[in-house]
């Protein structure tokens, strides 16, 4: 699928991020399940980021990336 440019607010401003559907898909479900709104969560990933991105857009799928392992750990046995 191709990337879609969508509009945030961070801290008052405006900014893009370059997301593919299904990380959107992702980033989004990864808020509702946090009762945040999508502007809230990606504040959160973009004040926690150091150098682990180098972009907001690049932060946003290692957050999302990070949270499905997560998720697939707490549901996988550990010895298999």
Avoid at 49 to 77: E, F, H, K, M, W
Wanted: glycine residues 2%; aromatic residues 4%; negative net charge.
């Amino acid at each position: 699928m191709p990337i879609v440019k969508r509009s945030l607010t961070l801290k008052g401003h405006r900014t893009s991020v370059s997301l593919e559907p299904e990380f959107w898909d992702a980033f989004c479900a990864c808020a509702a399940a946090r009762s945040l709104s999508i502007n809230a969560l990606a504040s959160q990933i973009d004040s926690a980021r150091l150098d682990t991105a180098d972009n907001l857009s690049g932060a946003i799928r290692l957050y999302v990336l990070s949270d499905l392992q997560a998720q697939l750990a707490q549901n996988c046995p550990n010895d298999v």
